[in-house]
Structures are given as structure tokens and as C-alpha cells.
């Protein structure tokens, strides 16, 4: 069973960049679908981008040109890499992995944007 665990949250001040990382104990290679979502106090957790096994990506209206998902198959690893941040963005931030089988969740990141 594969588990995710996602590193690199913290505190950074408006503006500033932060590089969200989720390595995956096993193989990343056969998850079709390789997410981040968030999910802020009070509100319900959201898409943020995600990343098919094809390369191809998708991001949510609020982090377009801001945010830059990737992945690297060779270190069973996706990252997400965060720039511009606003205060809006502070949120815990999950990794989500898809394969065939079943869906896999990390346990979270959190991320503060102080203003």
C-alpha cells in the first residue's frame, strides 16, 4: 500500500514562494492522476491543480500563473511550486494520488500567508 506524505509547508509572508513537495512510498508511475488539493477553516477542500500521467495539467482559476505542479517519476515524487502568495492562499494542503485501484491522500501541509 502506498503511502503519501507531503513536506515543504510553512509560513512566508505575501508574495512570497514556498515549494510543497509529496513523496510517495512507492511507485508514482501507474497513478493516472496525481493532485493538491486545499482546504481552509471553515471551508471545504478544493482542487488546487493536478497532473495526469501524461504530463498534462490543470489548475483552479485562483492559482493560474501562480502555481506550477509537477511530478518526477524517477524520485516517486510531485511537487507544487507556489509563488505570489496571497493570504487567501493559507490553507492545509493535501496530496492526492489516483491509480486504477483506489484513491490515496496524504496527511496534509499547512500553509500561512501573513498579510
Known amino acids: 500500500q502506498v503511502q503519501l506524505v507531503e513536506s515543504g509547508g510553512g509560513l512566508v509572508q505575501a508574495g512570497g514562494s514556498l515549494r510543497l513537495s509529496c513523496a510517495a512510498s512507492?511507485?508514482?508511475?501507474?497513478?493516472?492522476?496525481m493532485s493538491w488539493y486545499r482546504q481552509a477553516p471553515g471551508k471545504q477542500r478544493e482542487l488546487v491543480a493536478f497532473?495526469?500521467?501524461?504530463?498534462?495539467?490543470n489548475y483552479a482559476d485562483s492559482v493560474k500563473g501562480r502555481f506550477t505542479i509537477s511530478r518526477a517519476n524517477a524520485k516517486n515524487t510531485m511537487y507544487l511550486q507556489m509563488n505570489s502568495l496571497k493570504p487567501e492562499d493559507a490553507a492545509v494542503y493535501y496530496c492526492y494520488a489516483r491509480s486504477t485501484a483506489r484513491p490515496y491522500w496524504g496527511q496534509g501541509t499547512q500553509v500561512t500567508v501573513s498579510s
Open positions: 512507492g511507485s508514482i508511475f501507474s497513478f493516472n492522476v
Open positions: 497532473i495526469a500521467s501524461d504530463g498534462s495539467t
